[in-house]
């Protein structure tokens, strides 16, 4: 068996630790390992090494090449709230040499403080501003302005200050042109609203129209935007010949929060989506949210993140969510209070987006009820670009 051993690595003035850890993951060098720092050879040939990121995008790939990726998703809201109770506020009580007589956190502050104060991943802040409110507590009761102080969702602004996030929705009714789509952040899961409208009047000339981008979007997003737009353009020539508008108007298409960059393949049928309810004047089906990529034949391709954004979904009470038909079984693995009062839609082209969207009955309360899990996908399967 393999002895295992914690080692830390302190990088000195100079030398690269990706070089290093390059050399030192190498089977057939790291059994004579000379770090180069103290100039002591090392044998490493049964060493574990552990490396933590938290994104493996910046890791070289000769070095992802020689590890084993394990990748590990965020908690979710029912998570954070078991981990503080059972942990986290018998922990700061204790430290803050507080009784059960002295202090009570009702779930609902606790609910309240994981929505609105801590939406990382970990539970590093939630545990900081528990902390938080019991030294506070302990501040009242050594100067005996309270015997005993009970932290309700009213209170909780006296003990942290007022919330970090305020609100998940920018809107309640999303109008023509205007489509819900979700993102994975550094934070974990986050709606991500699409934008599109009319930048100038035609002016009744026929000619080619244009369009621009907003909102600090990376190249990968700028290419989803290009491929929606033809695929757009070429569906609404099949399902309405007569509408000229996509090829005809001056539009500008905006992902709001412009000073947070936006980059990554998973809004190219959120923004198709946005383009054709524009085109159509026509607002999609309300509490839908809808995460994939395009091809530029319309094939669905599918997306990572599909926890945490489900996650945001739920969390701003979307009903409805359309995913890529080939991210069912990442769906399936998700537990069950996750998936619970959810109607879940897989499609595999951007024909069935539309049907979904655009659906006669998409306003009825019918289909605002939760529903079992739902299959479109159709025969030919989504290719990889």
Request: glycine share 6%; proline share 5%; hydrophobic share 40%.
């Amino acid at each position: 068996m393999l002895d295992s051993h914690w080692i830390r690595f302190v990088s000195g003035h100079q030398g690269d630790p990706a070089s290093a850890l390059l050399e030192m993951l190498d089977p057939e060098q790291n059994a004579n390992f000379l770090d180069h720092y103290l100039d002591v050879p090392v044998d490493l040939s049964k060493v574990l090494f552990i490396c933590t990121a938290n994104v493996i995008d910046t890791i070289p790939e000769p070095l992802r090449d020689r590890m084993e990726m394990i990748d590990m998703s965020g908690y979710v809201a029912e998570e954070k709230l078991a981990i503080a109770k059972q942990y986290l506020v018998p922990q700061a009580r204790t430290e803050s040499g507080l009784s059960k007589e002295q202090i009570s956190i009702q779930d609902n502050a606790l609910t309240a403080l994981i929505k609105s104060y801590c939406r990382e991943s970990g539970v590093r802040s939630l545990q900081k501003h528990i902390e938080k409110v019991h030294r506070k507590v302990a501040f009242k009761v050594v100067k005996k302005e309270a015997d005993k102080v009970d932290i309700t969702m009213d209170n909780l602004q006296d003990f942290v200050g007022k919330p970090v996030f305020t609100h998940d929705r920018m809107y309640e009714t999303t109008p023509p042109g205007v489509v819900m789509g979700l993102a994975w952040t550094a934070m974990g899961g986050s709606t991500l609203f699409i934008e599109s409208t009319i930048r100038k009047p035609t002016g009744g000339k026929k000619a080619e129209g244009t369009f621009e981008v907003t909102g600090h979007l990376g190249d990968v997003m700028k290419e989803s935007i290009h491929i929606a737009m033809t695929v757009a353009r070429n569906y609404l020539k099949q399902e309405d010949p007569s509408n000229t508008f996509l090829y005809d108007s001056h539009l500008h298409i905006h992902v709001p929060e412009g000073a947070t960059p936006k980059d990554g393949p998973s809004a190219g049928m959120t923004i198709g989506t946005a383009l054709l309810s524009l085109a159509k004047n026509q607002a999609i089906r309300q509490d839908v949210a809808m995460t994939g990529e395009l091809s530029l034949m319309g094939k669905v391709l599918p997306v990572g993140g599909i926890k945490e954004k489900v996650i945001a979904a739920k969390r701003v009470d979307v009903k409805c969510i359309i995913l890529p038909e080939e991210n069912k079984k990442d769906f399936n693995d998700l537990p069950k209070y996750i998936t619970d009062g959810l109607e879940v839609h897989f499609v595999s082209t951007f024909n069935d987006v539309y049907s979904i969207c655009f659906s006669e009955t998409n306003e009825t309360d019918s289909l605002r009820s939760a529903k079992p899990v739902t299959d479109h996908a159709s025969s030919a399967q989504p290719t990889f670009g």
